[in-house]
């Protein structure tokens, strides 16, 4: 099995924590020119970017130079450029440190904030906010929390120790401990463990269950009960599919407060809408360590406003946050 050649570095450095979009042309394909391509690839309606992109030198080779607006079409040639990214609204809300040494940064992450660029959250994601303060160009992402849950979140300095972290994840060598706040159900017995076929499709937002053989396990306890009909839990996912927690405590009749998937899909919030934030957290990591072998026993500070006040997180319009 032939090994692939690895890409060459990036000539452009990093944009406000964004890596730039680098491009391998295909071997095979019509292409006369390397605007051609890039005008396919983008789509028509973007043409006029890629003009203004390359006639003002933003488009470059493995060697740093500028592509020429008629350059020929080189299969297998890489080139690389930003993307110009529209304005974010800021989270307002901290970005704590939680451990740090020369190989990993625990973050404990507000809601509202995307673990890595995505969508229309580029550079106000975790990962981007990071690299910038910390000044650390090659910091990753060992593992993802939605935007909407808070809590804990592993990041690896070296990108050759990256697998080693991921791994721990994937094959599922960390204890995870989350906290929720939701409806007190009296009838409803915990402890108990929820098993179930999970399905989330690209490009539809909430995820579902199906018959089939369970990929999805979740311990679900109550901690406690108080006032408005509010329980606090504590979920301990045995698997990591999307939105699991989130699917199974409103399976059980019990959503998460602040949910704007389940149990219905809510209307789009604008953004700078941050009010009600979902009341999930990622309250504890324990795993040793791949690669020093040290015990690592973290927890978030942050605790969920739906439970410790009630009437802030329901009107506040920015400090419904956990904090």
């Known amino acids: 099995m032939r090994r692939r050649t690895p890409p060459p570095p990036s000539p452009l450095p990093q944009r406000d924590g964004i890596d730039p979009v680098r491009v391998r042309l295909p071997g095979e394909g019509a292409w006369t020119t390397v605007r051609e391509h890039l005008v396919e690839r983008l789509g028509a309606a973007r043409a006029g970017v890629v003009d203004a992109m390359l006639g003002a030198g933003l488009v470059v080779g493995a060697d740093g130079r500028a592509v020429a607006p008629d350059a020929a079409y080189v299969p297998g040639m890489f080139v690389w450029y930003h993307r110009e990214l529209p304005p974010e609204v800021p989270v307002p809300f901290p970005l704590e440190i939680v451990h740090r040494d020369e190989h990993i940064v625990v973050v404990d992450k507000p809601h509202f904030m995307a673990t890595t660029p995505r969508g229309s959250h580029v550079t106000e994601s975790a990962l981007a906010r990071l690299r910038r303060e910390l000044d650390i160009p090659a910091l990753g992402a060992a593992h993802r929390l939605d935007r909407l849950t808070a809590g804990l979140v592993l990041f690896t300095v070296r990108p050759e120790e990256r697998g080693a972290y991921q791994s721990l994840f994937r094959d599922r060598r960390v204890r ?11 009838g409803l017995a915990l402890p108990r ?44 996912p045995a698997t990591g599919q999307t939105h699991q927690l989130r699917v199974h405590m409103n399976t059980l009749g019990v959503p998460i407060l602040g949910d704007p998937l389940y149990p219905e899909v809510a209307a789009a919030v604008p953004a700078g809408d941050f009010r009600r934030p979902l009341q999930l ?30 009437d802030g997180w329901a009107a506040a319009p920015s400090a419904g946050a956990a904090r």
């Open 176 to 186: 995870k401990v989350y906290e929720a706040v939701a409806p007190y159900a009296p």
């Open 193 to 236: 463990t929820v098993r179930s076929r999970i399905v989330k499709e690209r490009g539809v937002l909430a995820a579902y269950e199906v018959a089939g053989e369970p990929n999805a396990v979740s311990r679900v306890e109550l901690v406690e009960h108080g006032a408005r009909g509010l329980g606090r839990y504590r979920l301990l």
């Open 281 to 310: 957290l990622a309250r504890e990591l324990e795993f040793t360590d791949p690669v020093t072998g040290t015990e690592h026993r973290l927890r978030s500070g942050r605790v969920l406003e739906a439970w410790t006040s009630y």
